[in-house]
């Protein structure tokens, strides 16, 4: 079986690990570079940290290059709605990828509608790399800055459906589990 068949797999692998290894990490202060601030949680008894998984992503343009993308993020939540965080997925062209980003989140941002927010992430997506480096804007050697606005629907305290919207390119849909 060809290697990019178990590309999904082994993304998912590397997040996890990744995962397991970043909540010791933050105690220790080693994420203080990426996420200045860690220490000043508003409400220390919230969930600190926001899982995101995307089994599907949909391309306004239909391309027969296009491939699965499964994406595993983990952001830490920070006070007053802001968050940063990385992502590994595969990308549209199979493509191993991370993102690296910052953000906010604004939740009850509708009072008649409080289940619902908008959210807004903007950093460094790596991976869009040979013959498909063009497919994403400003791309200097695989590195390209990305601004991903989503939209969530709390299903409960911990859990959310989320959809991503990827440029003119896709949208990406998953859910969120916070910890």
Same mark, same amino acid.
């Given at each position: 079986?060809? +290697?990019? !068949?178990? =590309? *999904?797999?082994?993304?998912?692998? =590397?997040?996890?690990?990744?995962?397991?290894?970043?909540?010791?990490?933050?105690?220790? /202060?080693?994420?203080?570079?990426?996420? *200045? /601030?860690?220490?000043?949680?508003?409400? @220390? $008894?919230? @969930?600190?940290?926001?899982?995101?998984?995307?089994?599907? $992503? !949909?391309? %306004?343009?239909?391309?027969?290059?296009?491939? $699965?993308?499964?994406?595993?993020?983990? #952001?830490?939540?920070?006070?007053?709605?802001?968050?940063? &965080?990385?992502?590994?997925?595969?990308?549209?062209? /199979?493509? @191993?990828?991370?993102?690296?980003?910052?953000?906010?989140? %604004?939740?009850? =941002?509708? @009072? #008649?509608?409080?289940?619902?927010?908008?959210?807004?992430? &903007?950093? +460094?997506?790596?991976?869009?790399?040979?013959?498909?480096?063009?497919?994403?804007?400003?791309?200097?050697?695989?590195?390209?800055?990305?601004? +991903?606005? #989503?939209?969530?629907?709390?299903?409960?305290?911990?859990?959310?459906?989320?959809?991503?919207?990827?440029? $003119?390119?896709? +949208?990406?849909?998953?859910?969120? %589990?916070?910890?």
């Amino acid at each position: 079986m060809p +290697i990019r !068949h178990h =590309l *999904p797999h082994t993304l998912l692998a =590397l997040a996890a690990l990744a995962a397991l290894s970043v909540a010791p990490l933050a105690h220790a /202060g080693v994420t203080d570079a990426i996420c *200045p /601030g860690l220490g000043n949680e508003a409400e @220390p $008894t919230r @969930p600190r940290y926001e899982l995101f998984y995307s089994p599907y $992503t !949909h391309h %306004w343009t239909y391309s027969p290059e296009h491939r $699965t993308v499964h994406a595993l993020s983990l #952001s830490r939540r920070l006070e007053n709605g802001r968050f940063c &965080g990385f992502s590994l997925f595969n990308n549209s062209f /199979g493509q @191993p990828s991370a993102y690296v980003f910052v953000g906010k989140e %604004w939740e009850g =941002l509708f @009072p #008649s509608v409080p289940r619902l927010s908008l959210g807004v992430s &903007g950093g +460094i997506i790596y991976g869009y790399v040979g013959r498909f480096k063009d497919k994403v804007p400003l791309n200097v050697g695989g590195f390209a800055p990305a601004v +991903i606005p #989503s939209v969530s629907w709390r299903l409960t305290d911990q859990a959310a459906l989320q959809v991503q919207l990827l440029g $003119t390119a896709a +949208i990406m849909v998953g859910g969120t %589990w916070r910890f």
